[in-house]
C-alpha cells in the first residue's frame, strides 16, 4: 500500500495551502484517515483526523484553522490549512486505518513520503 501525499510548498504566514493524499494497493476498505506532521527536532504530531462516517478531530494548535476532508471513492484525504503561521513548518504525512483483501487490518498505516510545508513570516 502506497500513501502518496503532495500539496506542500513555502508560503507566507497568514497564507494557504491545500494537501492530498491517495492511497493505492491491496486495499478492501479505508476507515479512519488522518494527517501528521514532524517539524524538526520534534516528535510526530496527529492534527487532524477523520472517520469512515465522516466525524473529524483536530489538535488544538490547528483546530479552526485547518480542514480535513476525504473521497472515498478515491482513497483520498485532504488537509485545508489557512491562516498558517511559522510554527506550522513540517513534514506532513498521512495515514490511514484500512483492511487488505485478506481481511488483515492495520492502524494508522503511514507508509510513503510526507510533503514540506514551510511557512516564512
Known amino acids: 500500500v502506497q500513501l502518496q501525499a503532495s500539496g506542500g510548498g513555502l508560503v507566507q504566514a497568514g497564507g494557504s495551502l491545500r494537501l492530498s493524499c491517495a492511497a493505492s494497493g491491496s486495499i478492501f476498505a479505508i476507515n479512519a484517515m488522518g494527517w501528521y506532521r514532524q517539524a524538526p527536532g520534534k516528535q510526530r504530531e496527529l492534527v487532524a483526523h477523520?472517520?469512515?462516517?465522516?466525524?473529524?478531530d483536530y489538535s488544538d494548535s490547528v483546530k479552526d484553522r485547518f480542514t480535513i476532508s476525504r473521497d472515498n471513492a478515491k482513497n483520498a484525504v485532504y488537509l485545508q490549512m489557512n491562516s498558517l503561521k511559522p510554527e506550522d513548518t513540517a513534514v506532513y504525512y498521512c495515514?490511514?486505518?484500512?483492511?487488505?483483501?485478506?481481511?488483515?487490518?492495520?492502524?494508522?498505516?503511514?507508509g510513503g513520503q510526507g510533503t514540506l510545508v514551510t511557512v516564512s513570516s
Open positions: 477523520i472517520t469512515s462516517g465522516g466525524s473529524t
Open positions: 495515514a490511514v486505518d484500512y483492511v487488505d483483501y485478506s481481511g488483515y487490518s492495520y492502524r494508522g498505516y503511514s
